[in-house]
């Protein structure tokens, strides 16, 4: 199976919120942003988004892979329901961006560097 | 010639400040996040970016190629003279990480899709 078909795979498990199924694309020792949060960190930050993004759903506008990484243009359109990376959103629905890095280990994401748009969102407010 | 060769003189003409040969690289109608700026515009914002931070330099962290594109992970060391993203920097030294894709055509750029990681720089002030 191509890396790019696990991503896709991965990406329809978080639309699912189907988090038994979560151990199957991420690995135990997952690294976000250079800090190890683990398998169950990295559960527990994707709920954390479900619940503060009721309408929370992830596009894949770009991907590029290779044998080792993938990179990923995701593009979001939600409401937020209180504050978004230190700003009030309060349910008024935004558009951005995230270009985010997958390491993958055994054909699960070990790493993952990840930068949201928060310009982006700043000039929708 | 490989995309990441390519790429990779790209970068180096970047850090040279080389402006006559960006056209070897960049497309005369190349789109910069969704705004068709063509070369001149683009060498404008990078003259503009060097101008405003004097110790500007592009280093690549992680580059990912397909036929295409382009994903890289650039990552920077600098001191922004004044305002930056909207910030007072006033001179400190930041560090911070660029997730940019880019799509070539003919061997050259003609869209870019570039996110800096502004929360990164937030938690440095």
Redesign the interface.
Known sequence: MELSDIYRNYITCLNQQDWSKLELYVDNDVCYNNMQIGLSGYRKMLESNFYNIPDLHFNIQ?L???ST???S?LSFDCSPKGRF??LNINGKKISF?????YEFQKEKIIKV???????AI?SQL
Chains 1, 2 share one sequence.
Do not use: C, G
Not at 97 to 101: L, M, P, Y
Not at 113 to 119: A, L, M, Q
């Open positions: 770009l590029i892979a290779d990484y993938i990179a243009r990376l230190d961006s995230e270009n985010v890095f560097w990840s930068i949201i748009d928060k310009v700043e």
